[in-house]
């Protein structure tokens, strides 16, 4: 009965580094969004994803941020060039399908990331 | 564009009280309007989904209530217990769009 899982649950990295973070959606879930919480902000969308495809990335920061979501394997969030206003927590959430009115998305536990 | 906002930021109350966490929301296009809990440290757990074709929404001790004319929607808590102590975070799903929109929050605690 597994939930969203992400990992790792807290990554530290140097201004410049690249942070990779994983997201293995709920069994059978082929939608997926990240979203950004910074320090005493809400949640902000970032992207929403299918399998092999980015359906909506207008939360997206223009540059060094990227998304993925293949075929096979978790959904992946990558920074290149980390700069200190990137930390935050990420959380990804997972829906079943396109999502109806009545339902819900189903988030992990976020990855906190804190840029030295 | 969507904001949504909560008032109050935070909220200190003893155990036993009845209590309300307001939303609010701009754009009355909405699909659904959602509750979250966010403890510290950990993610997000649903707690009452509006469609916005219902007027409330009923679980437990929570109740969730949806008027989209005036933009607001709100969380009834009856009898708080300590363990109601979380973030309470709403949010908005527009229709056309499967995003959720978030407001920052309402910080609870309850007190024994």
């Known amino acids: 009965n597994a939930g969203v899982m992400q990992n790792p649950r807290h990554l530290v990295r140097r201004r410049g580094q690249e942070a990779r973070l994983r997201c293995s959606p709920v069994?059978?879930?082929?939608?997926v969004y990240w979203y950004r919480q910074l320090p005493e902000e809400g949640l902000k969308f970032m992207v929403y994803l299918q399998k092999e495809n980015i359906i909506d990335e207008s939360g997206m920061p223009k540059e060094r941020f990227s998304a993925e979501f293949p075929k096979e394997g978790p959904s992946i969030l990558r920074i290149q060039q980390v700069v200190r206003g990137d930390s935050a927590a990420y959380f990804c959430a997972s829906s079943p399908s396109k999502q109806g009115a009545s339902e819900t998305q189903y988030f992990g536990p976020g990855t906190r990331l804190l840029v030295l | 564009k969507q904001e949504v906002t909560q008032i109050p930021a935070a909220l200190s109350v003893p155990e036993g009280e009845n209590l309300v966490l307001n939303c609010s929301f701009t754009d009355s296009a909405i699909y659904n309007l959602q509750w979250f809990r966010q403890d510290p440290g950990k993610g997000l757990t649903s707690l009452l989904l509006?469609?916005?074709?219902?007027r409330e929404q009923t679980s437990g001790r929570l109740n969730a209530s949806l008027d989209k004319s005036s933009g607001r929607s709100t969380l009834y808590i009856a009898a708080s217990q300590p363990g109601d102590s979380a973030t309470y975070l709403c949010?908005?799903?527009?229709?056309?769009?499967?995003?959720?929109?978030f407001g920052t929050g309402t910080r609870l605690l309850v007190s024994p």
């Open positions: 949010a908005s799903m527009n229709t056309g769009f499967q995003k959720l929109v």
């Open positions: 069994k059978g879930h082929s939608h």
């Open positions: 509006i469609q916005s074709s219902q």
